[in-house]
């Protein structure tokens, strides 16, 4: 009796079989979240380009002209701030560290390059996405529950032509203009903390400004402030308009986790696309 028994377990599997399917969990929930981030990556980048073609459709400039000031003439006054204080303390930071060396007359020429080459990119998209990027997720998010794209689509009004491709566009025209507003006044800082608190030469900070900065490196860091403005426009457009299909929530709590999405995914990946950017370049 006990061995017809035995052989019905090992014929369904018998406790092999649920210690099996036990050690593949894991790896299970791996792999639907490696396919659900493959899917969504694949969705955002469809999203763009169907976005991207329809920022060159007529009467689109006057809602260009408003994301612009929305998000790049508001923005300008907390990136002005930030990098005041970015400059001022890497001025303090380098020029200590540069003293125990000898070497305090490259101030200028280490102060520079690290604002313009990663600092101003990174830290003007991030102060961006803080400020900007969570109001336009929010902003799509609420007209997405509200059922207020769904009366443009009736309308016969394109939704993404409409609330997406301006803010794409304004944010591809903001963010190397922000930047340079950020190295600039960066430099600034890094003179006051430099030269005006600490003693550094003048004529030194300001020759090594000039001779150390090529227009390569300028030209870097605009790029990475166009592919930053990609990133982060797409992705905060992207968590409002499909804000209504989350799983976990649905309302203003979805709209809320949607902003919240939008923020860490945007900041994540402004640093991935810096790395990835920075090696290609280099």
């Not at 369904?12 to 079989?17: A, D, I, N, S, T």
């Not at 690290?114 to 003007?124: A, C, D, F, H, K």
């Not at 001779?211 to 990475?224: N, P, Q, Y």
């Not at 409002?240 to 919240?260: I, P, Q």
Request: hydrophobic share 50%; glycine share 10%; aromatic share 8%.
């Amino acid at each position: 009796m006990m061995l017809d028994e035995d052989k019905r377990d090992l014929s369904r599997g018998g406790p092999g079989r649920h210690l099996g399917a036990f050690l593949t969990v894991p790896f299970a929930v791996f792999g639907r979240s490696a396919i659900h981030w493959i899917n969504s990556s694949g969705a955002a980048v469809i999203f763009f380009l169907l976005a991207f073609q329809k920022i060159f459709r007529p009467k689109q400039l006057s809602k260009i002209v408003q994301q612009v000031y929305y998000i790049g003439a508001r923005s300008s006054l907390i990136i002005m701030l930030v990098g005041l204080f970015t400059g001022m303390v890497l001025g303090l930071q380098m020029h200590s560290a540069l003293v125990n060396v000898g070497a305090q007359g490259y101030l200028g020429t280490i102060v520079a390059l690290s604002l313009i080459r990663e600092l101003g990119p990174v830290l003007t998209a991030i102060m961006i996405t803080a400020r900007a990027g969570s109001a336009i997720t929010a902003e799509i998010g609420i007209q997405r529950i509200s059922e207020q794209v769904d009366a443009l689509a009736t309308m016969r009004i394109d939704p993404l032509r409409y609330l997406v491709s301006p803010r794409i566009a304004a944010a591809i025209l903001s963010f190397p203009v922000l930047t340079a507003m950020f190295d600039l006044v960066g430099i600034i800082g890094g003179y006051i903390s430099g030269v005006l608190i600490m003693g550094a030469n003048s004529g030194t900070y300001i020759y090594r400004v000039q001779a150390s900065v090529e227009m390569k490196d300028i030209t870097h860091g605009f790029v990475k402030a166009v592919v930053f403005a990609v990133v982060v426009s797409t992705v905060c457009c992207f968590q409002g308009y499909f804000a209504h299909m989350r799983e976990d929530s649905h309302g203003a709590k979805a709209v809320g986790l949607a902003t919240t999405s939008a923020v860490v995914l945007s900041c994540v990946l402004i640093l991935l696309s810096d790395y990835i950017v920075t090696s290609l370049l280099i």
